[in-house]
């Protein structure tokens, strides 16, 4: 008898765990279906809404007199903003990011209590919002006495970026065996010999994956953008001039009631879906390229 319970419990316990498994796996299921729902949803939306109004003379030309009441003009002064407001953010995010992430995992102490509290602070800074970096940049440019500009809206989104850059640089270098340091020692590489010959050849694909998370984010934020980078119908020819960028274009023609201009914010959307998706697919070639020479 207690061999006939023992087997009965036993199986009540095995049909229990299949049960909770099923459950589990139909809630995983369904919450993947859900998310490609809503992503397709978007996707229809601003190809249905967007594609149809997009033309070669709106991704050429800047907005001419009364185009946000419909009349000619394109918004070619926003593509090229965003690109160079990025293009700069990207480019000071990297030089202040990479040489931190090489310190706290070459230099410092993986597990030293500085190490800790920086990457804490990542942590935080990561989770601040956007318009509070822009209106500490602001604050910034009100007390070196500058105006809106393209300087200004690259140093904001930079905030912005910065620790999404570093917490996943900082993530994938890690990852970086401990060994092929010790053995790049022994052959006698120095520490900085080391972070550049081995820790970033090592983490190159996924150091390129962090720098795309972090254009992802910048190129779509409008907030930090919209007190420091202003806004104008022409392209910017210096740092100090306004710099207009495809999110404050969307939010402005969305904001006007006549629907031809809210179906070209649509179209500035669908600009900027493939924009990102180009640099993804982009990224992920030369993850490629540079995967194969790595240790597995």
């Avoid at 931190?100 to 804490?120: D, E, G, M, Q, W």
Wanted: charged share 15%; proline share 4%; hydrophobic share 55%.
């Amino acid at each position: 008898m207690d061999r006939v319970k023992k087997s009965m419990n036993r199986w009540k316990i095995i049909n229990r765990k299949k049960i909770e498994e099923r459950i589990f796996k139909c809630l995983m299921v369904a919450s993947t279906l859900i998310i490609l729902a809503v992503l397709l949803l978007i996707l229809a939306t601003v190809i249905v809404r967007g594609l149809p109004t997009l033309s070669l003379a709106m991704l050429t030309q800047v907005p001419r007199g009364g185009y946000y009441l419909g009349q000619g003009g394109g918004v070619a002064n926003a593509i090229v903003g965003s690109l160079l407001v990025c293009a700069g953010a990207i480019g000071l995010a990297i030089m202040l990011s990479l040489p931190t992430v090489l310190y706290l995992n070459v230099y410092a102490r993986k597990s030293s209590p500085f190490a800790s509290f920086t990457r804490f602070s990542f942590d935080v800074l990561w989770g601040v919002p956007s318009i509070v970096y822009g209106a500490f940049g602001f604050a910034i440019m009100l007390f070196f006495g500058l105006r809106t500009s393209l300087l200004g809206g690259i140093l904001a989104v930079t905030f912005l970026i910065l620790p999404i850059m570093s917490r996943t640089m900082d993530e994938v270098v890690r990852m970086v065996p401990a060994e092929l340091l010790e053995i790049s020692y022994c052959l006698g590489a120095t520490k900085l010999e080391a972070a550049l010959r081995v820790v970033i050849r090592q983490s190159l694909p996924g150091l390129l994956t962090a720098v795309l998370i972090a254009f992802g984010r910048g190129v779509g934020d409008a907030a930090s953008v919209m007190f420091t980078a202003g806004f104008t119908d022409y392209i910017p020819t210096s740092l100090l001039r306004p710099a207009a960028t495809l999110p404050l274009a969307i939010f402005f023609q969305l904001g006007t009631p006549i629907p031809e201009v809210q179906n070209r914010a649509y179209a500035c959307a669908f600009i900027l879906t493939v924009i990102i998706l180009m640099i993804s697919v982009g990224s992920r070639l030369l993850s490629r390229k540079f995967t194969k020479h790595n240790l597995r």
